[in-house]
């Protein structure tokens, strides 16, 4: 029969693997959450390069989805929002429009009168852009800006015909983003307008099919063109 001290040393020496076993877990687990941090990454990268692809099919749209992306999250920042949240919004700003793959090619340069079914098709883009990214689970509030970015404050927007606050917030500020961009871009169909005449149609459609308040504070953090 083992002495007292020999069970004590025994227990020592059991300790000493039970906490040797607990750091090499904490070890793994570290590897893990790391690994999966970089596939993370990863994916979004890819999906952007795929983003920056679509915007460079058209001159006209060359560069859009970056710049809606960074105002989305200097929007958010100014909101008072943490940095990770502000950057996730600025992820789905970068993505919003990522659905466009999914819509023919004439259709996105057409400058005349569509018909129904050609702008039932142009409308789709949101939500075949929220299936692209609905697999990864750690970007589900940016599957839902990005379904929701072509939403009016007034119920007038698509797909789902939300109001106001109904709104996710997220897309809320990429659709002020989006908006001010369309207008201080050159398209087919106008030139650019100057910032100031840009922030003046925000003004206009606060209350209407933007977000009054996310004006206000997109304004008052003008970004520069």
């Keep these: ?3 007292p001290v020999e069970r004590l040393a025994d227990l020592a020496a059991k300790y000493r693997r039970l906490q040797a076993s607990y750091q090499r877990s904490l070890f793994y687990a570290r590897e893990v959450r790391h690994l999966y941090t970089r596939l993370e990454r990863a994916s979004l990268l890819g999906l952007e390069g795929l983003a ?3 915007d460079s099919r058209d001159r006209y749209t060359r560069g859009h989805s ?7 999250r200097q929007t958010a920042l100014a909101l008072g929002w ?3 949240h502000a950057d996730l ?4 700003g970068r993505l919003h429009d990522i659905g466009k793959i999914g819509v023919p090619e004439v259709l996105l340069r057409k400058t005349e009168a569509l018909s129904a079914d050609e702008w039932q098709a142009r409308r789709g ?5 929220a299936r692209i990214v ?3 689970d750690f970007f589900a509030e940016g599957a839902e800006i990005i379904r929701h970015h072509h939403e009016r404050w007034d119920g007038s927007g698509y797909p789902d015909g939300l109001t106001g606050s109904r709104i996710p917030v997220g897309a809320r500020i990429v659709a002020v983003a989006d908006v001010f961009d369309a207008l201080t871009s050159d398209r087919s169909y106008r030139v650019a307008l100057p910032v100031e005449a840009a922030v003046k149609e925000l003004q206009r459609e606060a209350g209407r099919t933007l977000d009054p308040r996310l004006v206000d504070v997109f304004v008052a953090d003008r970004p520069s063109v």
């Excluded at 919004?89 to 789905?92: L, N």
Aim: aromatic share 8%.
């Design 82 to 84: 943490s940095v990770d």
């Design 89 to 92: 919004v600025g992820q789905a």
């Design 52 to 54: 920056d692809a679509l």
């Design 1 to 3: 029969m083992a002495s």
């Design 66 to 72: 970056g710049r809606v992306g960074a105002w989305a």
């Design 125 to 129: 883009h949101p939500e075949i852009g």
């Design 134 to 136: 609905a697999p990864f």
